[in-house]
């Protein structure tokens, strides 16, 4: 059975910083794109960051370019993603996906899906 696990949320200050991680079992990343989306309460889910299996390339939304990061470790079958700069317009739950392809990761049509980890960031 594969499970995404996220870990790591929290509450923060504005222009703090958290680092999200998920981990992977039953499913070894090291040959899938791997992607982070948010969902804040009253909105749709969005797509926030992405990775390509080699880490070769990286999608951003524009929102978190210049603040968010995205790295593997494959070794630890791990993805994470360091946020920096934190806003209150971060506030959400945020979600690890995996797919095979870093376009179907950005577009939200991934194979595998965590649970969530809440982020809240105060002014």
């Known amino acids: 059975q594969v499970q995404l696990v996220e870990s790591g949320g929290g509450l923060v200050q504005a222009g703090g910083s958290l680092r999200l991680s998920c981990a992977a079992s039953?499913?070894?990343?090291?040959?899938?794109?791997m992607g982070w989306f948010r969902q804040a309460p009253g909105k749709e889910r969005e797509f926030v960051i992405a990775v390509s299996w080699n880490g070769g390339s990286t999608n951003y939304a524009d929102s978190v370019k210049g603040r968010f990061s995205i790295s593997r470790d494959n070794a630890k079958n791990t993805v994470y993603l360091q946020m920096n700069s934190l806003k209150p317009e971060d506030t959400a739950v945020y979600y690890c996906?995996?797919?095979?392809?870093?376009?179907?990761?950005?577009?939200?049509?991934?194979?595998?899906w965590g649970q969530g980890t809440q982020v809240t960031v105060s002014s």
């Open positions: 996906a995996a797919n095979r392809l870093l376009g179907m990761v950005r577009a939200g049509s991934s194979n595998y």
């Open positions: 039953g499913v070894t990343i090291s040959s899938y794109a």
